[in-house]
C-alpha cells in the first residue's frame, strides 16, 4: 500500500506541510517495500486549481492515503471519488520520519 | 466566458462493482465501454430500487428536481445504448461527494475519514490505535460559499478590495489602473 505525506522539505527530517495543494514536497512512501521517493511539487506557486492538480499527481503513484494539514472543498470530493483516504494532522511539526514511524507500529 | 459549475451531486455510497460486460452472443471486443457516471447510477437505485419519487430523490442528492431527471434519463439512455449494442459499462467519474464521517484517533490526534464505507473502520489508519470517536459529517456544499470570500487585489499597482460573491476576480477591471483583478492568496 502507498501513502503519500505532504513535506516542507526533501529529507525525512523536514517537518508535514499542513497545506495539500500547495505543499513544497510529497512524500510517497511504500508500506510493502518500505521505498521512500521525493516528489517536488510543481503546482506550488499555481495561483488557481493547485488541489485538483496535485491529486491527479499523486493519484497517478496509485496510493490508497494522504497524509497532510488541511484538505480543501474541491479536492475532498474528487479524493472521495477516487476513493482515497485523508488523513489530516493537526500538529504542524511532526517530522516525516516521525509520521513513517507510526505508521510502521502494529 | 466562464464555464457553468456543476453542482455537487451527493450520494450515499459508491456502488459495490465497478461495471458490467456482456456475454454470449456476438460481442465486439473493440467496442468503446459506455461510461456511466456514478451520479447516474444513484439516480437509478433511488429510482427504481429504493422506488423514490424524483422529487424525493433529488432531495437526497441534493440536486433540483429538473436536474435529477436529466440524470436519470441520461442513465436510461446509457443503458439502453449498452444492452442494444452489447457493450461493455464502467461505472465511474461524475461530479459528486459522498456523506464522509470523519473520525477522530484519541492516541495521535489525527483526523480521517473512511472512503470504503462498506469496510468498517477497527484501528486509525496512522497509529493503528482502536481508540477513535466520531467528529463529523462532512460539510454539505452550502458551505463553499463561505470559501469565496476574500480579498481581490490588483497585481499591478495592489490595490485591494473585498471579494464580492457571484463576480469572479479575474473579470473585473481594477478601479486604478484598468488591469484585471486577481484573489489575494491567503497567508500560511
Not at chain 2, 172 to 186: D, E, G, T, Y
Request: glycine share 6%.
Amino acid at each position: 500500500m502507498r501513502v503519500a505525506i505532504t513535506s516542507t522539505g526533501n529529507n525525512l527530517d523536514s517537518t508535514l506541510d499542513p497545506r495539500f495543494g500547495r505543499c513544497a514536497f510529497f512524500v510517497i512512501y511504500d508500506t510493502d517495500t518500505k521505498a521512500i521517493e521525493f516528489i517536488p511539487n510543481p503546482n506550488k506557486e499555481a495561483t488557481e486549481g493547485a488541489g485538483p492538480a496535485s491529486v491527479q499527481l499523486v493519484a497517478a503513484k496509485d496510493v490508497s492515503k494522504i497524509i497532510s494539514g488541511e484538505f480543501g472543498m474541491k479536492i475532498k470530493s474528487l479524493l472521495d471519488s477516487l476513493q482515497i483516504q485523508m488523513i489530516a494532522i493537526k500538529e504542524p511539526d511532526k517530522t516525516i520520519n516521525a509520521i513513517i514511524a507510526m505508521l510502521e507500529t502494529k | 466566458m466562464n464555464r457553468r459549475r456543476k453542482c455537487l451531486r451527493k450520494l450515499l455510497e459508491p456502488p459495490k462493482i465497478k461495471g458490467f460486460s456482456p456475454f454470449g452472443g456476438e460481442i465486439n471486443e473493440n467496442a468503446e465501454p459506455i461510461n456511466l457516471l456514478f451520479e447516474e447510477y444513484e439516480a437509478l437505485k433511488l429510482c427504481d430500487y429504493d422506488l423514490l419519487t424524483h422529487f424525493q430523490a433529488s432531495v437526497e442528492m441534493n440536486v433540483s428536481r429538473p436536474t435529477f431527471t436529466r440524470i436519470y434519463s441520461s442513465t436510461r439512455k446509457k443503458l439502453a445504448k449498452a444492452f442494444v449494442e452489447g457493450r461493455r459499462l464502467n461505472i465511474e467519474g461524475g461530479k459528486v461527494y459522498f456523506d464522509t464521517i470523519w473520525y477522530q484517533c484519541g492516541t495521535c490526534h489525527s483526523q480521517f475519514n473512511n472512503p470504503k464505507m462498506e469496510i468498517p473502520i477497527n484501528n486509525c489508519p496512522l497509529c493503528n490505535s482502536q481508540q477513535f470517536v466520531i467528529v463529523g459529517v462532512d460539510a454539505k456544499p452550502d458551505d463553499v460559499k463561505s470559501d469565496t470570500a476574500g480579498i481581490c487585489m490588483c497585481p499591478k499597482c495592489g490595490f485591494e478590495q473585498p471579494h464580492e460573491i457571484g463576480s469572479p476576480c479575474m473579470e473585473r477591471n481594477c478601479p486604478k489602473c484598468n488591469a484585471l483583478m486577481r484573489r489575494k492568496p491567503r497567508e500560511n
